[in-house]
């Protein structure tokens, strides 16, 4: 009996596909020549010695990204969910010009 093979997406596709977003939070946090993998943290993109500028640096993301971001959330998923707020910005545009 022959064996099937089963062939899984590796985590680096998913950080290819988001790269965009993934560059758009990185550089938001401050640090815009940095790389991200699946599973890097928003933390690691923190000021750790000095936490008040970490987390205005947050703040700052938040704010310029308008998202809500946890500095213990993956890079990767704070990336899915910017991609599915912009997706979602430009299927309101698209059904605002059917009308």
């Keep these: ?3 099937k093979l089963k062939f899984e997406h590796a985590p680096i596709i998913q950080v290819e596909k988001l790269s965009p977003y993934m560059d758009k ?3 938001a946090l401050g640090f815009p020549d940095s790389f ?3 599973e890097s943290l928003i933390w690691d993109f923190m000021d750790v010695f000095d936490k008040e500028a970490g987390h205005k ?4 993301a938040e704010k310029k990204l308008k998202i809500k971001i946890d500095k213990d959330e993956y890079v990767i998923d704070v990336a ?3 991609q599915g707020k ?3 910005i430009q299927a309101a545009k698209n059904l605002k010009k059917l009308r």
């Design 80 to 82: 899915k969910r910017l």
């Design 86 to 88: 912009e997706w979602g």
């Design 57 to 60: 640096a947050l703040a700052k």
């Design 25 to 27: 939070i990185l550089k």
């Design 1 to 3: 009996m022959k064996k």
């Design 36 to 38: 991200a993998t699946d």
